[in-house]
């Protein structure tokens, strides 16, 4: 076989290819000849990408109508996309993860930066929920469940529809279990704590593995602490910190579900005695809390992005701001204050101003303790900077 086996499909004429040389993974819609025989193409076809003077660029997984026309899948001429391939890159990415880890609880693909874009795995043991977000990789569905179950001995595999980038590449939003079977939450240990995954209807695949490293900082601030986890989810720092000595916990969320499964954490853990759930809005919840004169030694705030999209930075930056001013004003003297985004398009700088800004409104002053980005079961794509999604920073206020 040849390259020919795929159709090929040319950058316009003067459009640089440099950057796409030099390892961007996506080509876009407005830099490419999009006539006719082009648009008729399936969506998740794989197709070669040439320069304006017909040099092979890659393979891409092409798609005619989304804004990102091509995802790089392969440098190599005549190269076949098919279950093998497949089952080389979850292999090599497993095989790192398996280093880094000692129990098979991690993210197992991170999309492009794992060479497959647009695919999350997360794997929870013998369970494994995988975000097909490009149509290529919805296509290849038994494929995956193949060289899961077959070569990575998982037995649950879970296909996770929802989310808005399925929605921007025209695929469903139905969920469900692909092969296996879910038996209720899966208890998940990391750095001392258990937490409780709801992989089949919680949020996102039902755990997010990505703060593991800013968790265990937050542990080295735990002991003997009152903590205030704001944005909590199942409870990642409350009962992190409970783990490592935290004298009280108190975890607050809009979602009754997510308070429920940090509940079963502490109980697991042993330590309900000692957590406390709030429910509601985050915003209105601190004011209350400060309004009653509540202080803590430790408050760690983990938003949604709220600058998910560069058209949403500004209002995203304000409502980093609007976090850090109202999370300062429940830390004592002297107490500790992490501040998280998962924002891509607030970068590191961004983010930082934004909090020092909140800060100072609050009247607080302090010194930077620690910048924390994901584990490194999310590695970052070189030339891509949405792959570094994750920020968080933890100060000492005075």
């Known amino acids: ?10 950058l316009l004429p003067k459009m640089n290819a440099q950057k796409i ?3 961007f993974p996506w080509v876009f819609s407005n830099e490419l000849v999009m006539d006719r025989r082009t648009r008729k193409l399936p969506s998740g076809s794989f197709v070669n990408v040439v320069d304006s003077n017909a040099h092979f660029l890659g393979i891409c997984a092409f798609n005619p109508d989304s804004k990102i026309a091509g995802r790089f899948m392969d440098r190599t001429a005549e190269q076949i996309i098919d279950q093998e391939w497949l089952r080389k890159k979850l292999l090599n990415a497993a095989a790192m993860r398996d280093r880094l880890y000692d129990a098979p609880f991690y993210r ?3 999309a492009e930066a794992d060479a497959l874009p647009g695919v999350i795995i997360d794997r929870f043991g013998d369970t494994a929920v995988l975000q097909p977000n490009a149509s290529w990789a919805e296509n290849m569905l038994d494929d995956f469940v193949t060289v899961l179950t077959e070569d990575l001995n998982i037995k649950t595999v879970i296909k996770n529809a929802t989310g808005r980038a399925r929605k921007l590449e025209g ?3 139905e969920n469900m279990v692909l092969t296996g079977n879910v038996d209720g939450v899966i208890p998940v240990f990391m750095n001392g704590a258990t937490f ?4 089949e209807g919680g949020q996102k695949t039902g755990l997010f593995f990505d703060q593991r490293p800013n968790h265990a900082f937050a542990a080295g601030l735990a002991k003997d602490a009152r903590v205030l986890d704001v944005f909590s989810h199942v409870g990642g720092f409350s009962l992190t910190c409970l783990a490592h000595g935290a004298s009280e916990a108190t975890a607050l969320d809009g979602s009754e579900a997510a308070l429920e499964l940090a509940s079963q954490g502490a109980s697991a853990m042993g330590v309900s005695d000692k957590f406390k759930t709030l429910r509601g809005d985050a915003f209105d919840k601190m004011k209350e809390l400060i309004d009653a004169g509540e202080k803590y030694d430790l408050v760690v705030c983990d938003p949604p992005a709220f600058a998910p999209n560069k058209a949403a930075l500004k209002a995203g930056l304000r409502a980093y701001e609007r976090v850090a001013r109202l999370g300062s004003q429940l830390v004592v003297e002297g107490g500790y204050l992490g501040l998280c985004s998962c924002s891509h398009a607030a970068d590191i700088q961004n983010f930082r101003t934004a909090s020092l800004a909140g800060i100072g409104k609050s009247g607080r002053s302090g010194q930077i303790l620690h910048t924390g980005f994901a584990g490194a079961d999310h590695p970052t794509h070189a030339s891509l900077s949405e792959s570094a999604y994750l920020k968080a920073m933890f100060f000492r206020l005075d």
Request: charged residues 25%; negative net charge.
């Open 171 to 173: 695929l469903d939003e």
């Open 196 to 199: 409780m995954a709801d992989v």
């Open 21 to 23: 040389r030099f390892g």
């Open 1 to 10: 076989m040849t390259d020919s086996m795929y159709p090929t499909i040319r």
């Open 108 to 110: 197992l693909i991170h």
